[in-house]
């Protein structure tokens, strides 16, 4: 079973635009990080931020979590062709810190 | 290596085979996790091995799905008379225990046929 569910789960944009993902989550986390996906390779860790963290920044990505919402949102600013991938959040549950819960995914494409 | 390194990359199987993949993870990462991602879904933890030791296997979907990682480095994760199901991508990770982040290899693709 997927504890996280992504939103959208495809967004189009234009290059040099902003990108907006959200994440929704069910339990309580220790903690939710943001992965990349390019097609046909493995996942690349992009950002973890803890349960007592909210707000998040590297580089192009800023990341929020609201707990009490139980959501998470991760925003690419400027977005490149170069961005395009699935981008997946995870969570680690209360009780395990090892093992990652992954959403559905949000398919992000970037037009040139 | 700088890197989870995953083989093969593809394997096709007819259904009733055994097949075996390998992972070979970031040496000195003692934690290894092996997921199962279905097209369009996100991946599914199966195991975790700390150095040697099979400290979760609860996300394994049957019998027919054994894992090892007899000295601590390289894991194989075995299934058993595949059934048509267990076509996904099979990913593994590594860790270290001070940190929640974990290094993906870039998963070896199943298809049973």
């Known amino acids: 079973s997927q504890q996280g569910e992504e939103d959208p789960q495809a967004l189009s944009i234009q290059e040099g635009e902003n990108a907006t993902m959200n994440c929704s989550y069910k339990t309580s986390i220790n903690n939710l990080q943001w992965y990349r996906q390019n097609s046909g390779r493995g996942l690349v860790h992009l950002i973890l931020i803890r349960s007592n963290e909210r707000e998040k920044h590297s580089g192009r990505l800023r990341v929020t979590l609201d707990t009490s919402k139980k959501s998470s949102s991760l925003l690419i600013t400027a977005s490149r062709a170069a961005d395009t991938a699935s981008y997946f959040c995870?969570?680690?549950?209360?009780?395990?810190?090892?093992?990652?819960?992954f959403g559905k995914g949000t398919l992000l494409t970037v037009n040139p | 290596g700088a890197g989870v390194s995953q083989s093969p990359r593809y394997k096709v199987a007819k259904r009733g085979q055994d097949v075996a993949l390998r992972c070979d993870p970031i040496?000195?990462?003692?934690?290894l996790f092996w997921y199962q991602q279905a097209l369009g879904q996100g991946p599914e933890f199966l195991t975790y091995f700390q150095n040697e030791a099979q400290l979760d296997k609860s996300g394994l979907p049957s019998d027919r799905f054994f894992a090892e990682r007899p000295e601590g480095s390289v894991s194989t994760l075995k299934i058993q008379r595949t059934q048509q199901e267990d076509s996904a991508v099979y990913l593994c990770?590594?860790?270290?225990?001070?940190?929640?982040?974990?290094?993906f290899g870039p998963g070896t693709r199943l298809t049973v046929l």
């Open positions: 990770a590594a860790g270290t225990l001070d940190t929640d982040t974990q290094y």
């Open positions: 995870a969570t680690t549950l209360g009780g395990s810190n090892y093992k990652l819960t």
């Open positions: 040496s000195g990462h003692v934690s």
